[in-house]
């Protein structure tokens, strides 16, 4: 089970551990879920309406995107910034889990309640996302960046884009759109423990819970659908701001829109878009969310119990040795 558990054998896994095995899981995940991201995040730039009936804008379905955006841009273009997204998946990962790990054995040895709760993993989780948000901002908005610009190229790599970034638009860029991140991101990531502990605890024999890897996978995709879905706008606004002052390399692709902040970006989106306008790119991103969420919890619980047997195994070389020696 995710989170420290009181009743689980073995010493309770450390903050180094946590980080290593959250890393690792970010890692894996983030390859098999970059084509996603950066479908969705170009429905999210998108001003004008999507809609298959009466095309206005560029990118009007999944898969016409998909194909427009092989065709035009080739299959790397799937994983556009992926160098910013993997170190963004990795920083986020090991914060995250090590700080949630953190919070909920804290709780359990500070307060009554029990660390295995579901309103305890919400509160925990929230805040472990938030503190990884503040961390790896910079991070996101380079992967935003990279996946959002088309041909030819703004950005050469990394380096020149931060480089860039830096000295045309100042170091505050890098942490453009982190308002409605920071209001996202604690509900979003709340629920997304809240409901994997949930689904767990229903799916989960509890003297099988923690051993198995299949209802991890399902349990996180389930997490992560619902928590999407509720908190799906926040995370449109963020996109939409963390390109300012990056139109010029959006105009192949149609309309482009300065917001003067947050406020402003939620007024100018209902006023021309409508309220369709602020689920733009919702199916691409529930799509992504389920492979994400389920992607990183599976391979979190996986680490984990792969580092478990790595150390159950020296003691029982050690213990095998000190016999011998006897």
């Known amino acids: 089970m995710v989170g420290y558990d009181p009743g689980a054998k073995g010493a309770p896994l450390s903050p180094e551990e946590a ?10 995940t983030r390859v098999l879920i970059s084509p996603f991201d950066v479908i969705k995040i170009r429905f999210q730039l998108q001003i004008e309406r999507v809609s298959s009936k009466t095309p206005e ?13 092989h065709s035009e841009e080739g299959l790397s273009a799937f994983w556009k910034g992926h160098i ?9 990962g090991a914060v995250q889990f090590a700080s949630f790990e953190f919070l909920t054995e804290m709780v359990h040895k500070t307060t009554a309640y029990d660390s295995q709760t579901a309103g305890v993993h919400f509160i925990c989780g929230g805040l472990a996302a938030c503190s990884a948000t503040v961390v790896c901002q910079p991070l996101d908005t380079l992967r935003t960046r990279f996946a959002a610009q ?16 830096w000295r045309s638009e100042g170091s505050l860029t890098f942490y453009r759109g982190l308002s409605p991140t920071l209001i996202a991101v604690f509900p979003y990531a709340g629920l997304q423990f809240f409901f994997y502990n949930v ?35 926040f995370d449109l606004f963020k996109k939409r701001l963390q390109v300012g002052g990056f139109e010029a390399a959006r105009a192949h692709f149609g309309k482009v829109q300065s917001y003067r902040g947050l406020l402003d970006c939620m007024v100018q989106i209902a006023k021309e878009e409508g309220f369709r306008g602020f689920f733009k790119g919702l199916s691409p991103s529930l799509l992504k969310a389920a492979l994400s969420t389920g992607f990183t919890f599976f391979w979190y619980e996986f680490f984990v119990n792969a580092m478990r047997k790595i150390e159950e195994r020296q003691r029982t070389k050690a213990f095998t040795k000190d016999l011998n020696r006897r």
Not at 19 to 28: H, I, N, P, W
Not at 57 to 69: D, E, M, P, S, V
Request: net charge positive; hydrophobic share 40%.
């Open 19 to 28: 980080a290593l095995a959250g890393s690792a899981a970010g890692m894996v």
């Open 57 to 69: 804008g560029k990118y009007w379905g999944l898969f016409q995107a998909t194909r427009c955006i």
């Open 84 to 92: 910013p997204a993997q170190l963004l998946s990795i920083c986020y």
């Open 150 to 165: 088309g041909e030819p190229k703004v950005y050469r790599n990394l380096r020149h884009a931060v480089f860039t970034m």
């Open 199 to 233: 689904f767990k605890k229903l799916l989960t024999p509890p003297p099988k819970a923690g051993k198995s890897g299949g209802e991890s996978l399902v349990c996180g995709s389930g997490a992560g659908m619902i928590s999407k879905t509720i908190t799906y706008p």
